[in-house]
């Protein structure tokens, strides 16, 4: 159980462009799912909380107009990389929270290698 | 946010026990570590956590010492697969509930 998807597992795309990524609950429910961005040989680096229903938090630095996220059900929260730059190529990771597990539930997606050219 | 403290990387030879240890010395009381992995190009995978006691789970066993201070990761049995980023997180109690990841250790295990 507490299986957290991702899609798609890599992208390409060209500069200018922007990029949706989908991280889906597969069995909870996920009132919270959490985004972070990963670059080669560096830690795991939280983005912003999204919220079911609500505006998602977004941690300091992080450009909320740049990075869109929508969680518009129980399931699914997904990002959007507005505008890409080639310097927003990264390794970026979900994850969700399911509160009927005892760890209490964090589970992450097996993320999403985005590169941009 | 409590933090922790690991070493940047250990090594252990492949059978032998792995043993990761974890500095939180600004532990609060209602505040749970964590231990999650990272294999390369993965997503992190949890392994195991707990409060006060020892904690045994079929992935690894976790020893927090009496003062909470600190605490120590055990793969009884390491094998090439276990290969990773380790990370020691201490939850963040309050309504955001996030998750936030220190630089981990990178653990090699040696044929």
């Known amino acids: 159980g507490a299986v957290v998807s991702q899609h798609p597992s890599w992208v390409i795309c060209k500069s200018g462009t922007s990029v949706k990524i989908e991280c889906r609950s597969l069995?909870?429910?996920?009132?919270?799912m959490f985004w972070y961005r990963q670059f080669p040989k560096q830690s795991l680096m939280l983005m912003a909380t999204?919220?079911?229903?609500?505006?998602?938090?977004?941690e300091q630095g992080v450009e909320k107009d740049k990075f869109l996220i929508n969680h518009a059900s129980l399931t699914l929260s997904t990002l959007t990389v507005t505008s890409a730059h080639p310097e927003d190529s990264s390794f970026y990771i979900c994850?969700?929270?399911?509160?009927?597990?005892?760890?209490?539930?964090?589970?992450f997606g097996s993320g999403t290698r985005l590169t941009v050219v | 946010d409590a933090k922790t403290t690991q070493p940047t990387s250990m090594d252990c030879a492949e059978g032998r026990a792995a043993n990761l240890p974890c500095n939180h010395s600004?532990?609060?009381?209602?505040?749970?570590v964590y231990w999650y992995r990272q294999i390369h190009s993965q997503g992190p995978q949890y392994i195991i956590h707990?409060?006060?006691n020892n904690e045994t789970n079929e992935m690894a066993s976790l020893i927090i010492t009496e003062d909470r201070k600190s605490s120590t990761l055990i793969l009884p049995h390491a094998t090439l697969r276990d290969t990773a980023v380790y990370y020691c997180?201490?939850?963040?109690?309050?309504?955001?509930?996030?998750?936030?990841f220190g630089k981990g250790t990178r653990l090699h295990i040696l044929p």
């Open positions: 994850s969700a929270r399911d509160l009927a597990k005892s760890n209490y539930g964090y589970t």
């Open positions: 999204s919220n079911e229903g609500s505006k998602a938090t977004y």
């Open positions: 600004t532990i609060s009381g209602n505040e749970y």
């Open positions: 707990g409060l006060k």
């Open positions: 069995d909870f429910q996920a009132t919270t």
């Open positions: 997180i201490v939850r963040v109690a309050g309504r955001d509930d996030k998750i936030i």
